[in-house]
């Protein structure tokens, strides 16, 4: 009974996946087409050509086919999972998404970890004590937060830890002049630890308010009520009827927010110059990588419907009390 | 957090009730925000005098922003970004509210406009906003006019959750039964019966969608997209700043950043105590 509702859920997740690619390839494609970008020169860049070799390019990057026939090609080698040569890298789209995005996962991944922890934990003791003064700290640091553009915060962090206090590399991924093989573990970690950190500050205000609400929401229950007439009290209290039941749905805020984690990582690789999917994003954009840029958005489109569908799962099929509507039925 | 200003300012408000409070506050938030925008536009029309004399100075009472490599006075190009990133974000507003009022009232028409446009909006979610922005800039040539059309054209999608959601609840109504029955149509039952339920919702909606409009704008200038090095918007003084990091000059950084906090945090106050104001449950809290 259980698998085959799985098996059903599943199944219209993979359609809606498809009939969503399929539309944002298009509307991706068709955004694109409006634009008056040359591809022949984003590809040569500032160099100058003799006219004859320009039509051949222009030939060559189909520049006078009709949009139509442009984006059946497009599509077809698509379907093949030919997502086209990168203008500004020169390799396969791919692989650079393949490469980047990699980066970027560690990157975002970490933030999401250690925001989602401190942020329901901040949350819980907000909400605990709420109306004291540490549920007012708590709540102004979250509302400063939100307020707060990434990228400055991206600045003052870099200003204070790398430029005054020497403690962390002024950007990059690896240290510069080290050959690939030579860089260590520890290098990459001491480049991701402050991108890190800004994504994970600015990520706690969202979670933390969250779960403040939710858990006094809770605590005002006729459950908590019972068990506070049974004479339990105080952390136990909160551990055994509260977290329990704000856990789940901040878990799933937490997965929903792949989005904003997107962007928020394109503004932090751009001040860090840290070499992920964002600083790809922005180069595809500023320098009008067309096929790098259609690429991305498609997988940018996945990451973030991956984390709905997760959200989704929790929803539906985790969620103990969803459970027990289900038995009584 | 407006219950720590409140705090803070308690001898100047003492003896008046909330719904004063919460008016004074929305009133000096609303001045302080309209004359940062008419200051820059008195600012606009005369180049900034570059003085390579005075290159470089930390702040001082003179300059309090400092000033940065040609001598320009700081404080004066963060007071033009800042009128400029409110234009652009009440720009943005507007027209996003527009479209949540045409898509709202569009959903109301039937189960198939209301499919539609619930497809519309997590069509609009599936993308990450910033890219989303990046996408249509450069699909309407970039510059000046691609980031504003990229900002003010994705900033519907999450107010038309809310708004349709409202009409799917009105819908049960019994006075909407009636007036059905009483032979009205669908466009007079949207706009005589659901608009006025919602124009609450939108004007709330649209004073919060400020915020997000002035980040993302800045985000995506200080990324390099759009608004020319020429324009004095925050995002290109903050990314002529990261040049000049490592030189020691954090006031480049500092205050235009911190002057864009404090603007953001203004539209966020505007719209929350906003909110207490219409909100009778809250009025006597």
């Given at each position: 009974m259980k698998h085959a509702k799985l098996g059903f859920f599943l199944g219209k997740k993979t359609i809606k996946l498809i009939s969503?690619?399929?539309?944002?390839?298009?509307?991706?494609?068709?955004?694109?087409?409006?634009?008056?970008?040359?591809?022949v020169r984003a590809y040569i860049g500032e160099m100058s050509i003799q006219s004859e070799q320009k039509a051949k390019l222009d030939e060559y990057w189909g520049v006078n086919t009709p949009a139509q026939e442009k984006f059946f090609n497009w599509a077809g080698k698509l379907l093949k999972g030919d997502f086209g040569v990168s203008l500004i890298y020169r390799v396969p789209v791919i692989d650079v998404i393949k490469e980047k995005f990699t980066a970027s996962l560690i990157l975002m991944a970490c933030?999401?970890?250690?925001?989602?922890?401190?942020?329901?934990?901040?949350?819980?003791?907000?909400?605990?004590?709420?109306?004291?003064?540490?549920?007012?700290?708590?709540?102004?640091?979250?509302?400063?937060?939100?307020a707060t553009p990434t990228f400055w915060l991206a600045l003052l962090l870099?200003?204070?830890?790398?430029?005054?206090?020497?403690?962390?590399?002024?950007?990059?991924?690896?240290?510069?002049?080290?050959?690939?093989?030579?860089?260590?573990?520890?290098?990459?970690?001491?480049?991701?630890?402050?991108?890190?950190?800004?994504?994970?500050?600015?990520?706690?205000?969202?979670?933390?308010m969250f779960t403040r609400e939710k858990l006094i929401e809770v605590l005002l229950s006729d459950y908590v009520l019972f068990a506070k007439a049974r004479g339990e009290k105080g952390l136990d209290l909160i551990l055994r009827h509260g977290v329990r039941n704000v856990a789940l749905p901040a878990i799933t805020l937490q997965f929903l927010g792949f989005s904003e984690l997107f962007g928020g990582a394109a503004l932090v690789e751009q001040v860090f110059s840290y070499p992920g999917i964002g600083q790809a994003t922005v180069a595809a954009g500023l320098r009008s990588d067309v096929p790098l840029l259609l690429g991305i958005v498609i997988f940018s489109a996945i990451f973030v419907f991956f984390g709905n569908l997760i959200a989704d799962l929790i929803y539906e099929f985790i969620d103990p009390r969803l459970k027990q509507k289900e038995a009584m039925l | 957090m407006s219950s720590a200003i409140a705090m803070g300012n308690k001898s100047l408000f003492q003896g008046l009730n909330l719904?004063?409070?919460?008016?004074?506050?929305?009133?000096?938030?609303?001045?302080?925000?309209?004359?940062?925008?008419?200051?820059?536009?008195?600012?606009?029309?005369?180049?900034?005098?570059?003085?390579?004399?005075?290159?470089?100075?930390?702040?001082?009472?003179?300059?309090?922003?400092?000033?940065?490599?040609?001598?320009?006075?700081?404080?004066?190009?963060?007071?033009?970004?800042?009128?400029?990133?409110?234009?652009?974000?009440?720009?943005?507003?507007?027209?996003?509210?527009?479209?949540?009022?045409?898509?709202?009232?569009?959903?109301?028409?039937?189960?198939t406009a209301d499919s539609f446009v619930s497809w519309l909006v997590d069509l609009f979610l599936s993308v990450p906003h910033l890219l989303l922005i990046i996408l249509i800039s450069i699909g309407m040539g970039g510059g000046t006019k691609g980031v504003i059309i990229g900002v003010a054209l994705t900033h519907w999608p999450s107010l038309t959750r809310v708004v349709r959601a409202e009409i799917k609840q009105l819908k049960t109504q019994e006075y909407l039964h009636i007036s059905k029955n009483l032979g009205k149509s669908k466009w007079w039952i949207a706009?005589?019966?659901?608009?006025?339920?919602?124009?609450?919702?939108?004007?709330?909606?649209?004073?919060?969608?400020?915020?997000?409009?002035?980040?993302?704008?800045?985000?995506?200038?200080?990324?390099?997209?759009?608004?020319?090095?020429?324009?004095?918007?925050?995002?290109?003084?903050?990314?002529?700043?990261?040049?000049?990091?490592?030189?020691?000059?954090?006031?480049?950084?500092?205050?235009?950043?911190?002057?864009?906090?404090?603007?953001?945090?203004?539209?966020?106050?505007?719209?929350?105590?906003?909110?207490?104001l219409m909100n009778p449950k809250m009025a006597h809290e």
């Open positions: 969503l690619l399929v539309v944002v390839c298009f509307a991706s494609f068709w955004i694109v087409e409006q634009s008056p970008i040359d591809p933030s999401w970890l250690i925001s989602g922890v401190i942020g329901f934990v901040l949350g819980i003791i907000a909400g605990m004590k709420n109306g004291t003064w540490i549920d007012k700290a708590i709540k102004t640091y979250c509302y400063i937060l939100t870099l200003m204070v830890f790398s430029v005054y206090l020497g403690l962390f590399p002024l950007g990059f991924s690896v240290p510069i002049g080290v050959a690939a093989a030579n860089v260590t573990l520890f290098d990459k970690f001491q480049h991701l630890i402050l991108p890190a950190l800004t994504l994970s500050l600015l990520g706690v205000a969202q979670i933390a | 719904r004063q409070k919460t008016i004074l506050i929305i009133s000096f938030t609303s001045i302080l925000l309209f004359a940062i925008v008419i200051i820059s536009l008195f600012l606009a029309g005369n180049a900034l005098p570059t003085n390579f004399e005075s290159k470089n100075l930390a702040p001082s009472l003179e300059h309090p922003f400092g000033t940065d490599w040609m001598g320009r006075d700081m404080f004066v190009r963060t007071l033009e970004g800042l009128g400029l990133s409110i234009i652009i974000g009440a720009f943005a507003s507007l027209i996003s509210t527009v479209l949540t009022l045409i898509l709202g009232l569009f959903s109301s028409l039937g189960k706009t005589k019966h659901i608009l006025p339920h919602l124009s609450p919702q939108i004007l709330l909606g649209t004073i919060l969608m400020f915020p997000h409009a002035i980040l993302h704008e800045a985000s995506v200038t200080f990324l390099g997209f759009g608004l020319s090095p020429h324009e004095p918007a925050i995002g290109i003084i903050l990314s002529e700043a990261m040049g000049y990091l490592s030189a020691g000059y954090w006031w480049l950084a500092f205050f235009p950043g911190l002057s864009l906090l404090i603007v953001v945090l203004a539209f966020d106050m505007i719209g929350e105590n906003f909110g207490k």
